[in-house]
């Protein structure tokens, strides 16, 4: 089945703690993306990678890094979180620029 | 400045009423695709439609339609005869052919009452 996971799908941390929010897609996509959702703010593009090894900076980038070593995975690192990166997280991929991005379920982060 | 505006943050319409969800965006590439999303109260984004900027063909899916003005800068969504399975909140969004960057509207909540 064709789909985009994301683990963990819930996480309650503490500000300061560093973690990593995995992303992976079967599809062999090029592009994946990354978003974090806020109510009133819609979605909002963190980071994403055209290709393995390219990566460029969305309209919130603050706070996160990423990595696109294969070109299936595409994690998302907060290396110091804080209360104000708890938000609803989206990964999606797509076969082209400007394609129809599938994404995963989500992943709900709390950071105390 | 907002790329993708939805003006309307709720929508209540009472069951097979229709309903139109508006979406005005800002580019300045010639070259775009825009696209609806749905997402249920399940949580997932569900994919719509994608146009691209040189196709304004209006385009209907049963019960579904979407009217493209480049003129207006619009892309509006209507739900004909709707129902309550679709209650969700619908975003708008836009890619442009440069930059790869990918901009949602704030959505829009409807609900469908019964």
């Known amino acids: 089945e064709a789909q985009v996971t994301q683990n963990p799908r819930y996480l309650i941390t503490v500000t300061g703690k560093k973690l990593t929010v995995t992303c992976s897609q079967n599809?062999?996509?090029?592009?994946m993306s990354w978003y974090r959702q806020d109510p009133g703010l819609g979605l909002r593009q963190i980071y994403y990678s055209m290709n393995v090894e390219v990566t460029d900076k969305g309209d919130v980038p603050e706070g996160y890094k990423v990595s696109r070593k294969e070109k299936r995975n595409f994690p998302l690192i907060l290396e110091s979180p804080s209360p104000n990166q708890t938000s609803l997280y989206f990964c999606?991929?797509?076969?082209?620029?400007?394609?129809?991005?599938?994404f995963g379920p989500g992943t709900r982060l709390t950071v105390l | 400045a907002q790329k993708v505006t939805q003006a309307q943050t709720e929508i209540s319409v009472v069951e097979k009423e229709d309903v139109t969800l508006d979406c005005v965006y800002e580019t300045r590439d010639t070259t775009y695709y825009l696209f609806w999303y749905k997402q249920p109260p399940s949580g997932e984004l569900v994919f719509l439609i994608r146009r691209n900027s040189f196709d304004e063909q209006n385009e209907i899916s049963g019960r579904y339609s979407w009217n493209f003005q480049k003129s207006t800068s619009s892309f509006n969504f209507t739900i004909t005869a709707s129902q309550v399975v679709d209650s969700a909140v619908y975003f708008c969004?836009?890619?442009?052919?440069?930059?790869?960057?990918?901009?949602f509207g704030t959505g829009t909540s409807l609900t469908v009452i019964p």
């Open positions: 599809m062999n996509h090029e592009y």
């Open positions: 969004a836009l890619s442009e052919f440069t930059g790869n960057q990918f901009y």
């Open positions: 999606a991929s797509s076969g082209q620029t400007g394609g129809e991005q599938f």
